[in-house]
């Protein structure tokens, strides 16, 4: 079941790169930027996700990120998800996401499953909702 609303992202593409293609598939690297609130505390941060087309055209990506709070405090995550075209060239991946933390403001995404719903738009940009599953 979903909980409560963790927080919302939002990323600009910082370099893409083709790490193997053939034969009807492709695996491609992201890297990007960008800020983020979790539980009301806002963060900035970077991380880099691989995005594999699969012969069904469908997409399985893992991703990993460190972010940031104002004060210097760190948090990093690991994620993966499925994801489809949709339409304008739209990516909307759905997937679970999973925090470590040692900042005290945030200290309860230690704890937190988290499932997200992320759009990345051709022009690089990306946007998305992270939600708790209880």
Sequence with gaps: MLGELIGEVNGKDTGRRVIAAGDGHAVV????????????VEVSGFGTYETELRADGTLFG????????ADGQTVTWHGSGIGHFAEGGVVKY????FFSTSAPQLERLNSAV??????AAPDGTSSGKLYEWK
């Design 94 to 97: 759905r997937g679970a996401i």
């Design 29 to 40: 690297e992201v890297s990007f930027a960008g800020t983020a609130t979790y539980f009301g």
């Design 62 to 69: 893992e991703g990993q990120g460190v972010d940031m709070t």
């Design 114 to 119: 988290g499932v997200f719903e992320f759009d």
